[in-house]
């Protein structure tokens, strides 16, 4: 992508196109993808010796003279292509009437077509984003013509368009036009980022159902929250809760995953006082909830420690076993492992009380020392898996049922 990058015609609307394309389906399989502590070290060294091929592969994507150059020979800069006087006249209009259309160089890149995109949608027309002359003759007729042009003109903007880098959403711009019932620029750059896929793969008239499904949800979300009243800990937590939808639903979704968001720290009860609890507990209880609050929002993060902390105060505490055999404690502990690593302490003292009521009522245990070697072998391998991962009463009460199949009173 960095190859390709350097090698697209930034004036060009196909390159453009083609190279947001990758980064759309390049952010769709790995923008969410997330390294182990190391292994983004590693992949870099393994894929430093293959850097100047992977490059060379990239620019050739956009190469234009592919038989006269090499695949590994520095990209040239893309010309510069003439300014349109036609564009450059919309561009006039445009700007005018308080569409952001960039300076009026001539030259049609992203800003131009969202202005027009923006103008005919406000107008009523076939939003198309083409710079005709048609459409400037709307732009020119009396009624539009009331704004009067600024006298002055532009010079012309010489700087690239730089397409968006790989799993970084474009920053947030303030809205282009004072209507308070206008679409924001980043809400516009959220509908077109919906519709991406169908603009490239599928007709126009798919392109624009898109566009017409975003502006209906867009328009039923009531707008952005506020999230001014939460503190920032949980601000933090609602946007990363609904990042995935920010980055690839259009801003209605986006909006109404706040709202619910929202609704959902408002319901809970809050984040739980757990000093009463021991630091272990405390350690356990955060461990028990850590996936909520990476991934959810505050809300279910505070129910999880609310239900943690609910069930360690109806449990009856952390048992004693000191009282039984080395064996027996340490067969106790691994049966309940798990819930002592993924589970709140409740769940974890709860095992241990289970573990020790069965023992109790295994009756301890059995006497093998009548048996023969063989037979003792024997009774001991067929409860093998019970004596490892079970608890000692499920492993005595084993060994009880292989005596009475070979008939030991």
């Known amino acids: 992508m960095e190859g390709a990058k350097a090698a697209l015609n930034n004036y ?13 389906d390049y952010n769709s399989r790995c923008g969410s993808f997330r390294y182990r502590s190391g292994a983004l070290e590693s992949a870099r060294r393994d894929v430093e010796p293959y850097r100047s091929q992977l490059q060379a592969e990239g620019r050739s994507r956009f190469a234009r003279s592919p038989s006269t150059r090499s695949l590994s020979a520095p990209a040239q800069a893309p010309a510069r292509p003439a300014p349109d006087a036609t564009v450059q006249a919309i561009q006039r209009k445009l700007n005018a009437l308080g569409y952001d259309a960039g300076s009026a160089d001539g030259l049609m890149g992203t800003k ?3 202005a027009i995109l923006a103008f005919q949608r406000d107008s009523g027309l076939t939003p198309d984003g083409l710079p005709t002359s048609s459409l400037l003759q709307r732009l020119s007729d009396d009624r539009v013509a009331a704004v009067r042009e600024s ?50 793969y599928s ?37 990363r809760a609904c990042d995935s939808a920010r980055q690839y639903s ?34 356990a209880i955060e461990r028990a909830c850590d996936s909520a609050r990476q991934y959810s929002g505050p809300g279910a993060y505070y129910n999880c420690l609310n239900r943690e902390l609910s069930s360690l105060n109806t449990s009856r505490g952390r048992p004693d076993i000191s009282r039984f055999s080395a064996f027996e404690q340490a067969a106790i502990e691994r049966a309940c492992d798990s819930a002592r690593q993924y589970s709140g302490p409740g769940a974890y003292y709860n095992c241990l009380n289970r573990e020790i009521s069965s023992l109790r009522s295994s009756g301890g245990t059995p006497d093998l020392s ?17 004596r490892q991962y079970s608890g000692p009463g499920t492993y005595y009460n084993c060994l009880r049922r292989e005596l009475g199949k070979v008939g030991y009173r």
């Open 151 to 200: 006298p002055q003109v532009a010079p012309p903007n010489t700087s690239t368009f730089v397409p968006p880098s790989p799993a970084i959403p474009p920053p947030e711009r303030p809205p282009a036009r004072p209507d308070r019932t206008a679409v924001t620029d980043s809400e516009q750059s959220g509908m077109e980022r919906a519709c991406d896929s169908a603009r490239l």
């Open 203 to 239: 007709g126009p008239s798919a392109y624009q159902s898109c566009l017409a499904r975003e502006m209906a949800s867009l328009k039923s979300s009531g707008g952005r929250p506020d999230l001014s009243r939460v503190t920032s800990a949980e601000r933090n937590s609602i946007e």
């Open 112 to 114: 131009t077509r969202s």
């Open 370 to 386: 009548g048996l023969t070697s063989t037979t003792s072998a024997a009774i001991e391998r067929a409860c093998e898996s019970a």
């Open 12 to 24: 060009s609307d196909s390159d453009v196109d083609r190279f947001n394309a990758m980064v759309a």
């Open 250 to 283: 259009g801003p209605g979704a986006y909006y109404n995953c706040l709202n619910r968001e929202i609704a959902s720290l408002n319901a809970s009860r809050g984040r739980p006082d757990l000093s009463g609890a021991s630091p272990s507990e405390q350690a």
